[in-house]
């Protein structure tokens, strides 16, 4: 029941950073839609983990390349999703106050993600591989 109760507050979490995102981009104050650029990098940040998770074995406790380049890939992809409204902002594409929004949502979209990866990453009962 613990993994119903995580997957419940988990999908909450993303509802609640999606509307961040979509109120920086629908209030009538700002009206421009830039940032739902951000969907894609929500899509891409986990398929690098996911695609090394499947390739890696996981037997030995150090670390590889292959892990190490996914995590590279993610982190890379994570930042790049909070520098685009940043620039969107400097160059006067869309509203500071959009902006703030828009990496609120960012926060907790990503928290959401990572959530979603310490919950059901480990491979118990109730993993996410099983779906």
Request: glycine content about 10%; proline content about 4%; overall charge negative.
């Amino acid at each position: 029941m613990a993994g119903i109760k995580a997957l419940i507050s988990l999908s909450f979490g993303g509802a609640i950073g999606l509307m961040f995102l979509m109120l920086g981009c629908a209030l009538p104050v700002y009206d421009k839609y830039w940032p739902l650029f951000l969907l894609f990098f929500y899509i891409l940040s986990p398929i690098p983990y996911c695609i090394s998770r499947r390739v890696v074995d996981d037997t030995d406790s150090a670390s590889n390349a292959c892990k190490e380049l996914a995590i590279f890939l993610t982190t890379g992809i994570v930042i790049s999703a909070f520098g685009l409204p940043i620039i969107f902002a400097r160059a006067e594409v869309i509203a500071w106050g959009a902006c703030a929004l828009v990496l609120t949502g960012n926060v907790v979209i990503f928290g959401t993600i990572l959530g979603f990866f310490l919950v059901f990453g480990s491979n118990d009962d109730f993993s996410w591989q099983q779906w």
